[in-house]
Nanobody, 112 residues
Framework: QVRLVESGGGLVQAGGALTLSCTVS????????MEWYRQAPGKERELVAS???????DYADSVKGRFTIPRDRPKNTWYLQMNNLKPEDTAVYYC??????WGQGTQVTVSA
């Protein structure tokens, strides 16, 4: 049974940092495409960062230079390192590996 677990969210002050984790279990193959999304209250879900073909990384302009997907990670586990967080980063964050259903997300709240 395929299972996706997201974790690492929390409350942090502006300028702080958090690292989100996303792990898929029960999936025998290595997953080469995945995306991090976020959804703020009253807004549409937006793409934050992605990995293509296992080694092509892309970031939304709003997070470029602050958010990073570390390259060193276990199979089918991804992290989102978030530095210099801003109040506008407040949202529920989701990871979306290809061929895996959406999870519940993890809440990130950044206070001013």
């Amino acid at each position: 049974q395929v299972r996706l677990v997201e974790s690492g969210g929390g409350l942090v002050q502006a300028g702080g940092a958090l690292t989100l984790s996303c792990t898929v279990s029960g999936f025998s193959s290595r997953i080469y495409f995945m995306e991090w999304y976020r959804q703020a209250p009253g807004k549409e879900r937006e793409l934050v960062a992605s990995i293509r073909n296992g080694d092509v990384y892309d970031y939304a302009d709003s997070v470029k230079g602050r958010f990073t997907i570390p390259r060193d990670r276990p199979k089918n586990t991804w992290y989102l390192q978030m530095n210099n967080l801003k109040p506008e980063d407040t949202a529920v964050y989701y990871c979306k590996p290809t061929r895996v259903a959406w999870g519940q997300g993890t809440q990130v709240t950044v206070s001013a």
